[in-house]
């Protein structure tokens, strides 16, 4: 009587008794045809998933790349609606600049102003006030913090401001993941702000206006800055000065039924170094606004006014500082 093993029953194909099935034929030598070793099948049905694997693959390419290409073109139609937008808001402030025209300056004010802005004037001017422009685009790039985050993202930027009204538009892009970037532009006229955000141009994460604050603080914000269009902080125009001391003065913005202050500090050369905001920032807000801080250096002489070419702008509140736009001013333009 044969004793069965009931353990290796189901293992009979298995002489060896180590679980791994004979891979020899019924002569004993090896059915993979080599020298007597033994080759370990495929597991059961591979070939048959590897195949359904391919097909699906097959089925599924056009239709992903149909996708690719419609997410693709919808980025595109975005990213070239965005630029409109902004293209057209620097449309209506040159027209506004052109408007007002360059500011006519009060040259018998001069006299009149607190003794560090006489020392400004003389060193920003230094071949006088011919030809003043009425708009000043310049260009940026930098290193740019947004809004309640603390890291900094390398950033290039676009700014066009009226000289003789307060007005502006800046644009910026940010890279925030690799092959993703935000888009950002706000625009200041008459009086009133709009902001905007989009991440890939697309999808908006900003979107403020017209508030009375927001308008005020986009007021305080061409005061901020406007070394790089000193014209407007002549006598004559939008901007008025108050004395303080021997190196600052108070200037103070009035237009469109909106009025801001800053303080600004300049060097014994004559140079604006800062400005200051006399009231802490609300650091809560979904926006930087103007920044309630700003040092200037690296002056130099460009179509007879001396511009900086280096800035950082911060946010401020309770006796400390917290920068969020620092870079360098890559091009200048005037007319």
């Known amino acids: 009587m044969q004793t069965i093993d009931p353990i290796n029953a189901d293992r009979t194909d298995d002489p060896s008794g180590d679980g791994v099935p004979s891979s020899e034929g019924p002569g004993g030598g090896s059915t993979s045809g080599g020298g007597g070793g033994t080759n370990p099948p495929s597991a059961p049905g591979a070939p048959v998933r590897r195949r359904r694997g ?9 239709a992903l790349l149909a996708l690719v290409v419609v997410l693709a073109g919808a980025v595109y139609v975005s990213y070239r609606s965005t630029e409109g937008d902004i293209e057209g808001h620097r449309e209506r402030i040159d027209e506004l600049a052109v408007a007002a025209g360059a500011p006519v300056v009060d040259v018998d004010g ?41 890291g900094f993202n390398p950033t290039t930027a676009e700014q066009i401001a009226a000289t003789g009204v307060p007005a502006f538009v800046f644009s910026a892009t940010t890279p925030v993941l690799p092959g993703v970037w935000a888009r950002a532009y706000d625009a200041f006229g008459e009086g009133e702000m709009e902001m905007k955000a989009k991440v890939l141009s697309t999808l908006t994460v ?117 920068p969020f736009w620092t870079g360098t001013v890559t091009s200048i333009e005037h007319r």
Do not use: C, K
């Open 206 to 322: 900003v979107d403020e206006r017209e508030t009375p604050e927001l308008n005020r603080t986009s007021l305080q914000r061409w005061l901020l800055e406007s070394p790089m269009y000193p014209a407007a902080l002549l006598p004559g125009g939008a901007v008025r000065w108050e004395p303080i001391d021997g190196d600052r003065a108070r200037a103070i913005v009035s237009a469109d039924g909106l009025e801001a202050t800053l303080v600004a500090t300049f060097r014994a050369d004559g140079s604006l170094e800062r400005f200051d905001a006399e009231e802490d920032g609300d650091l809560t807000t979904p926006y930087h606004g103007s920044g309630e801080h700003t040092t200037r250096g690296d002056y130099r002489l460009v179509d007879g006014m001396m511009l900086p070419h280096e800035f950082a702008i911060a946010r401020a509140a309770g006796g400390e500082l917290y």
């Open 110 to 150: 001069i006299a009149d102003l607190p003794a560090p802005v006489r020392r400004f004037v003389a060193y920003t001017f230094p071949s006088g006030f011919d030809d003043l422009p009425t708009v000043t685009e310049f260009t940026m790039e930098g290193d740019f913090r947004r809004p309640l985050t603390e």
């Open 54 to 62: 391919r097909r699906v693959l097959r089925a599924l390419g056009p």
